[in-house]
């Protein structure tokens, strides 16, 4: 299966304070896309990372990805409440051309 | 620039009925997908487009149709609409087949009573 596996699936904070989100994924891949979904609204793309990056910032944003274990993980310091939403990754492979989603992380910053 | 756009934003339709959403993809991008998300579930690849042509399908019947025009513009059609059907649809648009993030419209919420 192509999707990746988001972990956990929902996560409470305070703002301020880090989040970090997992994403486990199967195939090989060309690069890894972490996407924001407000609720009921459209997904925003947050970052990519290359096959041959390991680690990637923007802004308060970290991602790692560790190819050998097939995972991933998007850290965003000093949350904010304007950051609850669900945060979702997306392992990309040429040969299939497409994006494809597992359930997410439901992230909740509480001020 | 108007970025991805839906129409409609939201829509109610009857078990059996038939519906179709439009999507116009953000300027300079010629390939479109579609999505259905569940309540609660992450968007699921229902098929994308490029030159007019389906060119990817995901695990959906064949009452789950499509069509984009030269403008890029693309049509998602559903036909006998099941309960089951009930979801936010979501169209996203890239420039290409090669490896380029996505941008997403806000979605078409589709309610079947």
């Known amino acids: 299966s192509q999707q990746g596996e988001e972990d956990p699936q929902a996560l409470s904070i305070q703002e301020g304070e880090n989040a970090t989100m997992n994403c486990s994924y199967k195939t090989s891949i060309n690069n890894l896309q972490w996407y924001r979904q407000n609720s009921g609204r459209g997904l925003v793309h947050l970052i990519l990372i290359r096959s041959n990056e390991r680690e990637k910032h923007s802004g308060r944003l970290r991602v790692t990805l560790d190819t050998s274990k097939k995972s991933s993980s998007l850290l965003i310091t000093a949350s904010r409440a304007a950051d609850t939403a669900s945060y979702f990754c997306?392992?990309?492979?040429?040969?299939?051309?497409?994006?494809?989603f597992g359930t997410g992380t439901r992230l909740l910053v509480s001020p | 620039d108007a970025g991805v756009t839906q129409s409609p934003t939201h829509l109610i339709k009857t078990r059996g009925q038939q519906v179709t959403l439009r999507c116009s993809p953000k300027s300079g991008h010629d390939t479109v997908s579609w999505y259905q998300q569940a309540l609660g579930q992450g968007p699921q690849f229902i098929f994308q487009?490029?030159?007019?042509?389906?060119?990817q399908r995901g695990n959906f019947p064949d009452r789950f149709s499509g069509h984009q025009f030269p403008n890029y513009s693309s049509e998602l059609n559903v036909n006998a609409l099941l309960l089951g059907d009930s979801a936010l649809y979501l169209c996203?648009?890239?420039?290409?087949?090669?490896?380029?993030?996505?941008?997403f419209g806000q979605g078409t919420r589709l309610t079947v009573v």
């Open positions: 996203a648009s890239r420039q290409g087949q090669g490896v380029r993030s996505a941008f």
């Open positions: 997306a392992p990309w492979n040429t040969g299939f051309q497409k994006l494809v």
């Open positions: 487009y490029y030159e007019e042509e389906e060119r």
